[in-house]
Nanobody
């Protein structure tokens, strides 16, 4: 059983900062990419940032220069440091972990999603 759990959301004023955390736990072989996605009311879920097991990162243009993704492989945890927050960053933020469940399934990783954490930025 694999669990992915986010934490760290909340209410913040525009210009403020928040740090999200996401930890994967349970029985598995390895974690490949990890990432953050968000979904605002009435909109589709969109990519915010991803990070590979080796530390390579990718960001949506809308958050470049303001958000930083990082991970601690020893703790199976990914973080999202969000600075200079804007009202348009308001959304439910979801963590995704691409996990290989056993050595026999190395070519068939599976995406596990967290339940989401609300981030609200007031103007």
């Amino acid at each position: 059983q694999v669990q992915v759990v986010e934490s760290g959301g909340g209410l913040v004023q525009a210009g403020g900062s928040l740090r999200l955390s996401c930890a994967a736990s349970g029985s598995f072989f390895s974690i490949n990419d990890m990432g953050w996605y968000r979904q605002a009311p009435g909109k589709q879920r969109e990519l915010v940032a991803t990070i590979t097991s080796g530390g390579s990162t990718n960001y949506a243009d809308s958050v470049k220069g303001r958000f930083t993704i990082s991970r601690d492989n020893a703790k199976n945890t990914v973080y999202l440091q969000m600075n200079s927050l804007k009202p348009e960053d308001t959304a439910v933020y979801y963590c995704k972990a691409r996990i290989t469940r056993s050595p026999e399934l190395v070519h068939r990783p599976y995406d596990y999603w967290g339940q989401g954490t609300q981030v609200t930025v007031s103007s």
